[in-house]
Structure formats: C-alpha cells, structure tokens
C-alpha cells in the first residue's frame, strides 16, 4: 500500500506527464500544420506557374525540334 508521500509524488509525476504529453501534441500539430501550409502553398506556386505560364500550346515540326538539340540528347 502507498503512503502518502508516494502518493503524492506519483501525482506530480502524472500531472508532469499529462502537461509533457500536451505540449508535444500541441508541437505535433502546430508543426503538421506548418508543413501543410508549406505544401499547400508551394502546389498553389507551382499551378500558378504552370497554368499561368502554359496558356497556350502550339504544335512544332520534327525539324523545329532537332533544331534544338544538342549533343547530349544525340
């Protein structure tokens, strides 16, 4: 049986555990949430770029396209 004394030092134990645990789900989630906004972000970047920089396609001959080989792609 558990005197008071042991009694009362497993309750601060388990108060500083409980408090521990908190501030790492906090540090968790604060820290999810920043790489969510970063990967949102940078997708939103990188849509914008393509969709705003590829408003257009236009077809090219085979000759047009050799022209711009070099020769490493040979």
Known sequence: MENSKT????EKIAEKAAGTYEKI????VSGYNKIEEVVVGGYNKIEKAVVGGYTK???????HLRA??????L
Request: charged share 30%; proline share 0%; hydrophobic share 35%.
């Open 68 to 73: 711009h080989e070099t020769s490493q792609d």
């Open 25 to 28: 789900e906090e540090a968790v």
């Open 7 to 10: 009694a009362k030092a497993n």
């Open 57 to 63: 396609i236009e077809a090219v001959s085979y000759t």
